[in-house]
């Protein structure tokens, strides 16, 4: 399967924990993306990412969430000392190019539940 | 403050007979508007996409209008197939990379 990997799919955690969420964008992506979509919500985006580089971090909350893209290895999303609020589903997408055309390759989606 | 709106949560259509997503935007300066479709537990998958410079853009059962003056645009599915039952997600690019503005989504039905 060559497509967008995300894991893990489910993810449990007790407030004040963290959560990391992982991402292997398609074989030859550089360009990875970060979206949350809320109970009864649609994709908020959240985060625009080349290799080693955060480009466009305009959706991200101020605190506790970072997101990396390494030179090596998939890009990771990390909150820290999570709250109910952050219970949702994170979806990872990638793209070959930055053209502007809007078309993503998503993952699967890691589904979140703060407790 | 939204700038793509779906204002139809839920849509209900016969198979065989056409399906009309309708969808509104805010923001003159994007480039490209897409559809998306997603089931569930699945992430959303591309499905059709047109540029701000024309107004139809067709793919087998799957065309999207554009009205500019209007800031709207619909997807029509003919003919509904069951299979076609899912979220569709209007969305627009408007940067020079591709950050994507999702609407909140219609989910659609198509019944047997």
């Known amino acids: 399967n060559a497509g967008v990997m995300q894991n893990p799919r489910h993810l449990v955690r007790r407030r004040g924990q963290e959560a990391r969420l992982r991402c292997s964008p398609v074989?030859?992506?550089?360009?990875v993306y970060w979206y949350r979509q809320l109970p009864e919500e649609g994709l908020k985006f959240m985060v625009y990412?080349?290799?080693?580089?955060?480009?466009?971090e305009s959706g991200m909350p101020k605190e506790r969430f970072s997101a990396e893209f390494p030179k090596e290895g998939p890009s990771i999303l990390r909150i820290q000392q999570v709250v109910r609020g952050d219970s949702a589903a994170y979806f990872c997408?990638?793209?070959?190019?930055?053209?502007?055309?809007?078309?993503?390759?998503f993952g699967e989606g890691s589904r979140l539940t703060v407790l | 403050d939204q700038q793509v709106k779906q204002n139809s949560p839920s849509l209900s259509v016969q198979e065989g007979r056409i399906s009309i997503l309708n969808c509104d935007y805010t923001?003159?300066?994007?480039?490209?508007f897409l559809w998306y479709k997603k089931y569930p537990a699945e992430g959303p998958t591309f499905l059709i996409s047109?540029?701000?410079?024309?107004d139809k853009n067709e793919d087998g059962r799957f065309t999207v209008f554009l009205n500019k003056s209007a800031k709207h645009l619909s997807l029509h599915i003919v003919p509904s197939q069951p299979g076609d039952s899912a979220v569709y997600f209007c969305?627009?690019?408007?940067?020079?990379?591709?950050?994507?503005?999702f609407g909140p989504g219609t989910s659609l039905s198509v019944i047997p």
């Open positions: 997408a990638s793209s070959p190019r930055t053209d502007g055309t809007g078309e993503l390759f």
């Open positions: 074989k030859g992506h550089s360009h």
């Open positions: 990412l080349q290799k080693e580089n955060i480009i466009d």
């Open positions: 923001n003159s300066m994007f480039d490209y």
């Open positions: 047109i540029s701000s410079i024309k």
């Open positions: 969305a627009a690019s408007g940067t020079s990379y591709d950050k994507v503005i």
